[in-house]
């Protein structure tokens, strides 16, 4: 049994016709006839009805068909892949992105990605971290934009941009007149905080560990409430229900000139030492296009992600 043979039982059953059919495959009749009996007789089955101005399939036949078309798009799945082994940057990268990265810098990744490397596009999906790094595990994502730390996980990691926190306010409330704000003060705040599962939140309890305390009790409820998303939270302070800490790129540029968001929030700094977080690009040891990683990084780098601090370092085992 050849890749050719399949190509000419295939030809066949889309033709039902073999002249058809060995004019679209580029071989003289006989040609075709004497290798599908020969497949046939390897096989002990009947793949065709002959006889009359039409070539029907057997059941049998069909079901061979139906297999012989999967045969040949995965033999042509494996040219594309040698393919790719000759241009690394040919061809998708499948990136996953947690959810506190994913608003604020795909939109500006995307357009920076298709200018350096047009001939990768990139595949998204958002995540959180667990679920990144079991994608990772199991091949069914490249690559993955994610904050430190991570768990031992066998992954190469190479470091993107420093990111500082900064807090939310309404702009009705007494901390908007700070110039700065310590991080102990908040908590006295009714804080808004992302829901488990979120790295981002965890980050935040570092930074204030009093408001795990409320959360985890009765008292909690009135002191913190937990949100979906960065952006649900942010408006929620916009409304005047509390206060929340904010990764600095999801602060919109301008926002402290804009009328709306000058009438509704405030964003202020803390107070040394400012609270960050590390932004990584991720991948498998084994992964084999480390150009297509790099070409990510790349374009990371000089997407013009506003209030972050780009790196470029070397890469490192996580």
């Known amino acids: 049994m050849t890749l050719t043979e399949l190509k000419y039982i295939v030809a066949v059953a889309r033709e039902r016709h073999f002249g058809r059919a060995a004019e679209a495959c580029f071989v003289s009749q006989p040609t075709l006839s004497v290798a599908i009996r020969k497949l046939e007789d390897e096989l002990g089955v009947t793949l065709f009805e002959r006889g009359g101005s039409e070539v029907g399939v057997t059941p049998i036949g069909q079901r061979i068909v139906i297999q012989a078309q999967k045969v040949l798009e995965e033999s042509a799945n494996i040219k594309e892949i040698a393919r790719q082994g000759h241009d690394p940057l040919a061809g998708a990268l ?44 199991q091949g069914e994502i490249d690559c993955a934009i994610m904050a430190l730390p991570l768990p031992e996980s066998g992954l190469i990691v190479q470091p993107l941009y420093d990111e500082p926190f900064i807090v939310a306010v309404p702009q009705t409330h ?34 204030c560990p009093e408001l795990s305390r409320f959360s985890a009790t009765s008292d909690g409820i009135q002191r913190t409430f937990e949100g979906s998303s960065l952006e649900t939270i942010r408006h929620m302070v916009a409304a005047g229900i509390g206060v929340t800490v904010l990764p600095m790129s999801a602060v919109p540029e301008g926002s402290a000139e804009t009328p709306a968001a000058k009438s509704l929030l405030r964003y202020v700094p803390f107070s040394g030492p400012v609270p960050e977080r ?12 480390l150009a297509a990683v790099e070409a990510l990084a790349q374009a990371v780098r000089t997407c013009g992600l506003p209030h972050v601090k780009m790196l470029d370092e070397e890469p490192v085992p996580a």
């Open 174 to 207: 007494e901390m908007a007149k700070l110039k700065t704000i310590d991080a102990h003060d908040l908590k006295k705040q009714n804080m808004l905080l992302l829901g488990s599962g979120h790295c981002f939140r965890d980050q935040v309890l570092e930074v």
């Open 94 to 137: 499948r990136v996953g992105v947690i959810h506190t990265v994913g608003p604020y810098l795909l939109p500006r990744l995307v357009p920076a990605q298709i200018e350096l490397t047009p001939q990768m596009p990139l595949v998204l999906q958002e995540n959180f971290t667990v679920r990144l790094l079991e994608l990772l595990r």
């Open 278 to 289: 590390r932004i990584v690009l991720a991948w498998r040891r084994s992964f084999p296009r």
